[in-house]
């Protein structure tokens, strides 16, 4: 069975410093995973994704997670925190076939001048 | 511009009055999915259809229905609503379930059931 452990409901940065939110999965293969935002009022939108490529991918707006099999992680961090990163960030790792999705609890991000 | 529409973005009705939500997206798109979301919980997957008149359940389909009857629309179906459907409501649909792509995600139906 799949699932995600987002480790933290809450993350507050000052902009201009590195963000760093966590996300462990479990799955009984090996797993396909995605970061999405979720601006208020939003649908969510697809940042970056993992599929047994490069370990380390890159995504949009200046955000990377890298996959660590042997930690069962996916962390997805950015080197500079803008206010308008300021959403709630949901990890989520789909079934071997792709039909079903299974999504962490999310973290909200808060960005301090 | 390619989108997913959902209709209506918010409703409020009482317990028993069956609704429908409408999903439609313009991308020609062969995978769509339901999910709904509640605080502390993260998103959670409905129902889910891999192209036309091909659907199947999710982690939560209790007390919802769905049709796939043309490409382009995925309906949410609440025959008898109840108080705890309370909640937000997203469709989303992605080029196709096998290859793997994004899903695309409208902007969310709020439905408060009393």
Partial sequence: AQSVTQLDSHVSVSEGTPVLLRCNYSSSYSPSLFWYVQHPNKGLQLL????SA??????????EAEFK???????????????S???E???????PNFNKF????????NVKP | EAQVTQNPRYLITVTGKKLTVTC???MNHEYMSWYRQDPGLGLRQIYYSMNVEVTDKGDVPEGYKVSRKEKRNFPLILESPSPNQTSLYFCASSLSAVSNQPQHFGDGTRLSIL
């Avoid at chain 1, 299974?102 to 991000?109: A, E, Q, V, W």
């Fill in chain 1, 69 to 83: 099999k042997s930690e069962t992680s996916f962390h997805l961090t950015k080197p500079s925190a803008h206010m």
């Fill in chain 2, 24 to 26: 439609s997206q313009n």
């Fill in chain 1, 89 to 95: 960030y949901f990890c989520v790792v789909s079934d």
């Fill in chain 1, 48 to 51: 970056l994704k993992y599929t």
């Fill in chain 1, 102 to 109: 299974y999504f962490g609890s999310g973290t909200k991000l």
């Fill in chain 1, 54 to 63: 490069a370990t380390l991918v890159k995504g949009i707006n200046g955000f």
């Fill in chain 1, 85 to 87: 990163d300021a959403a």
